[in-house]
């Protein structure tokens, strides 16, 4: 009688866990699209046997446990970073690439092969009215080419501080739903496989965004560290970053009223900018504060497009001034053709225009010399689009080309960014099927992968150098065109 | 023009390496050795094309109207960087499991004393003779 009573037990007992495995592998199939989700695996435990003393053995039901790998999941937010840095870094060069069109139909290269042209055909009649209209008429064209320029690039240094905030705003509110799902967890919920869904999903969705690591405590709630340095949240406590703009202190800004750049701050105040690197917000912010303030200045640098700016209104007015408008008695001097805002470096391209009040007849052909030429200024001005001295290039290209190099920067750049898109695409696919692989994986089984894979690794690196190099001794040999 | 210097032959090269990107996705050991085959082609096409492309310089006539080579170049730079995205995705595969093989030996054996890793356990076999 003892025996079957003892049997009834072991049965239902053993129900009672196969109850439990069918319904997790009912959860596992239900969430099978669940963003986040990982399988959930039912583990069985035996009982003790020993009928002696009434101990009818069976299997009851243990924990549930996770199939998720931490180390897995954090190298597929990694990528996910990374992706969000290159995605980020394509749709800010694109913009940026089109303010330097280098067809030569628009903007300051037109402009200028414009002005250019214009100074030519009035070195071939210096007196004729038309054609001294047409040279103040081109350089009010270079000016607004040059305004036009800076807006567009101002433009763009706005839209990504709104993007710095709105991206801020996005990783406060996301650390902060994360913060509840701990505060959930640190209450008991700790085996919820569904909140462990939306714990991951939502580190997923973070990833994009800014480069950070988790830690798991042992009450089941996670820690997250921006850059594995700065605390967002630990336990239930969160600490929200913010952006600011100010010029640094120190060293002294050599341009005070340039465009301050974008700092990210810590709850504390500790300014984070430096390390924060990577995902969206890490791209937005070295397109703010290093790109674009390549081009507009910053605290430290007065920007290409106001060196540029400033340089050829410079040369143009220092030709002219010395030229001759009539040589008398008494001769009169030349005056400046364009003008700017001198109080502000940062702001000669924007600042930049025609002198007020200058009409055709002020402009001055006439090199004093000895020997004077009644053209000859107006010849040295035409001489600025194919430059032989040194004073009419900046930093040994001719204007033309500076521009160019300019506009190749944002190009190479996007070039560049592009390049990593494909590669980071396709490394979230890869991280993810490794996630896949790494899970539930025995030791022993684990270990001879690894040395299969290295192997393979190094042939394939082998390949892959050999094939480089014959490109590029192809490429070398191949005539230039 | 572009099928007599030979062209034809790096877009092959090039789809061959941009394949071989396509299989980094699932960089299994199993499927990397068979992946492998797919930049020897890729090294041997090229190499055909650089005799193919020799031997029709070498005719003085046809050299003199060798004329733009910037398809030829253009793809010659795309399969560099066809292979430079292949060298990164398989950088990133490597990273990983020599990462995963570190987390591995510490779940399984701890840290070393110089605060490294432990070596992941090898698995042993015992061959028994006689």
Redesign the interface.
């Given at each position: 009688m003892g025996n079957l009573f003892g049997s009834i037990i072991s049965t239902a007992s053993a129900l009672r866990a196969f109850d439990r495995v069918l319904a997790v592998t009912q959860n596992n199939v239900a969430n099978a699209s669940t963003p986040g989700y990982v399988r959930q695996e039912q583990t069985l435990e035996s009982l003790p046997f020993d009928p002696s003393i009434g101990l009818s053995g069976g299997v009851r039901a243990g924990e549930v446990q996770s199939a998720r790998n931490q180390y897995a999941d954090q190298a597929v937010r990694n990528a996910n970073t990374l992706l969000g840095q290159a995605q980020q870094d394509v749709n800010s060069l694109s913009g940026l690439q089109s303010v330097f069109d280098i067809s030569g139909n628009s903007g300051i290269p037109k402009a200028l092969n414009d002005l250019f042209s214009s100074f030519s055909a009035w070195a071939q009649s210096p007196d004729d009215a038309v054609a001294r209209q047409t040279v103040l008429d081109r350089a009010g064209d270079l000016a607004q080419a040059f305004q036009q320029t800076n807006s567009q690039l101002t433009d763009l240094a706005q839209n990504a501080e709104e993007q710095i905030g709105q991206t801020v705003d996005t990783v406060n509110h996301l650390v902060g739903q994360l913060r509840g799902f701990n505060a959930q967890v640190m209450a008991g919920d700790s085996n919820d496989a569904g909140l462990d869904a939306e714990i991951h999903s939502t580190l997923q969705q973070l990833s994009q965004y800014v480069s950070f690591t988790t830690v798991q405590q042992s009450d089941g709630s996670i820690n997250l560290l921006m850059n594995g340095q700065t605390a967002l949240l630990v336990g239930d406590r969160q600490y929200q970053i913010s952006a600011a703009q100010s010029q640094p202190a120190t060293p002294p800004p050599a341009y005070p009223n340039a465009r301050p750049p974008v700092e990210i701050l810590a709850s504390d105040g500790t300014d984070i900018t430096s390390s924060t690197t990577g995902g969206q917000l890490g791209s937005l912010l070295q397109f703010h504060n290093t790109m674009l303030a390549s081009y507009l200045g910053s605290a430290n640098q007065q920007g290409d497009l106001n060196v540029m700016a400033q340089q050829i209104a410079d040369r143009v007015n220092q030709l002219l001034t010395a030229g001759n408008i009539s040589d008398g008695p008494p001769p009169v001097s030349g005056v400046p053709l364009f003008s700017y805002d001198t109080s502000n470096p940062t702001n000669i391209a924007a600042s930049l225009q025609v002198a007020a009040g200058m009409t055709g007849d002020q402009l001055a052909a006439i090199a004093p010399g000895p020997p004077e030429v009644s053209n000859g200024t107006a010849l040295a001005l035409s001489a600025l689009a194919s430059p032989q001295d040194p004073s009419d290039k900046i930093a040994g290209a001719s204007y033309t080309e500076y521009f160019g190099n300019l506009a190749a920067r944002a190009g190479s750049a996007l070039s560049d960014a592009n390049d990593r898109l494909s590669v980071e695409q396709t490394a979230v696919a890869q991280a993810q099927n490794l996630q896949q692989q790494t899970s539930g994986v025995s030791l022993d089984e684990e270990a001879t992968e690894l040395l299969q894979f290295q192997r393979a690794y190094e042939a394939n690196a082998k390949l892959l150098t050999v094939l480089d190099q014959l490109t590029q001794d192809t490429i070398n040999i191949l005539p230039a065109t | 023009m572009a099928g007599e210097s030979g062209t034809g032959g790096l877009g092959e090269a090039r789809a061959g390496?941009e394949r071989?990107?396509?299989v980094?996705?699932?960089?299994?050991?199993?499927v990397?050795?068979g992946?492998?085959v797919l930049?020897?082609a890729?090294?041997a096409e090229?190499?055909a094309?650089?005799k193919r492309?020799a031997a029709w310089l070498e005719e003085a006539a046809r050299a003199a109207q060798?004329g733009?080579?910037?398809q030829?170049?253009m793809e010659?730079?795309r399969?560099?960087?066809a292979?430079?995205?292949?060298?990164?995705?398989?950088e990133?595969?490597?990273a990983?499991?020599a990462?995963?093989?570190a987390?591995?030996g510490t779940r399984?054996a701890g840290y070393q004393p110089s605060g490294e890793a432990a070596a992941?356990?090898?698995?042993r076999r015992v061959l028994a003779e006689g």
């Open positions: - | 390496v071989f990107c396509l980094l996705s699932t960089p299994s050991p199993a990397l050795e992946a492998a930049i020897e890729a090294i090229v190499a094309w650089r492309r060798a733009p080579m910037e030829d170049l010659l730079r399969i560099r960087r292979a430079g995205r292949a060298r990164k995705l398989l990133k595969a490597a990983y499991h990462g995963w093989s987390y591995l399984a992941l356990p090898r698995p």
